[in-house]
């Protein structure tokens, strides 16, 4: 299986069956966002024991990559310190902006770097799409500077 294809299995596999789609009882943090260009809407709660995310929800509608996009979030983040998922969301935006070659994404073993996000590289060729996979984590960062 050429590794394309296998990326574009990982965001239907997203898009078809999304994690953390329950909401939470009572979430520590949350916000609501929105691409007025297209129309994703997410809304992204979390819940923390300590410093640490214990429960997220992702849920929404829209194109599959920005709601694959938040599924792979939920999955990447939970048990992440702040300070880690800044680190995370960092990789993430630089896989989704930079140039090939500037990321140390490794052919020879997808999902070393990033994970299931790492699917999402390709739509780096497509700047419209940018917006549409960074949905979920801009608002995300709302909601963490909102709590």
Known sequence: MALDELYREVILDHYRNPRNRQPL????AEAEGVNPLCGDEVTVQL???GER???VSV???????SQ????MMGEAIKGLTRPELAELAGKFHS??????GEVPL???????YLGDLEALQGVRRYPVRI????LPWTTLEQALNED
């Open 68 to 71: 694959s996009s938040g599924s």
């Open 59 to 65: 849920k929404g509608h829209g194109c599959s990559i």
């Open 47 to 49: 819940s923390f024991h």
């Open 106 to 112: 490794d052919d020879e073993r997808p999902g070393s």
């Open 53 to 55: 995310i214990d429960q």
């Open 95 to 100: 896989m989704l902006t930079a140039e090939n």
């Open 131 to 134: 917006k549409c996979a960074a």
């Open 25 to 28: 009882a009572e979430p520590d």
